[in-house]
């Protein structure tokens, strides 16, 4: 079964920078949507990024002009470049492969995030 590391969280200054990479156990070619998602304490997971195996990606409103979702196919790594970060950005991310032609889903084990002067 192949897995999904989410690394690069910690504790950032508000406007502060963190790069998440998530990286696969093997290759995961055949899933074609992967994405990063969060939740903050009392809140509902949400989606934050999505790329597809084509590179069309998706960003949410909150994180425009902000965050930017990338994919290394040849290390089978995805990344979050995170900027000019808030205090509400502080949750755990977690990093998500989906193969969208038989609902296959891996999720991460998520890394913290926190945002704190």
């Known amino acids: 079964q192949v897995q999904l590391v989410e690394s690069g969280g910690g504790l950032v200054q508000p406007g502060g920078s963190l790069r998440l990479s998530c990286q696969a156990s093997r290759n995961i070619f055949d899933y074609n949507v992967m994405g990063w998602y969060r939740q903050a304490p009392g809140k509902e997971r949400e989606v934050v990024a999505k790329i597809t195996f084509g590179g069309n990606d998706y960003v949410v409103d909150f994180a425009k002009g902000r965050f930017t979702i990338s994919r290394d196919y040849n290390r089978n790594t995805l990344f979050l470049q995170m900027n000019s970060l808030k205090p509400e950005d502080t949750a755990v991310y977690y990093c998500?492969?989906?193969?969208?032609?038989?609902?296959?889903?891996?999720w991460g084990q998520g890394t913290q995030v926190t945002v704190s002067s």
């Open positions: 998500n492969a989906v193969n969208s032609y038989t609902s296959k889903t891996l």
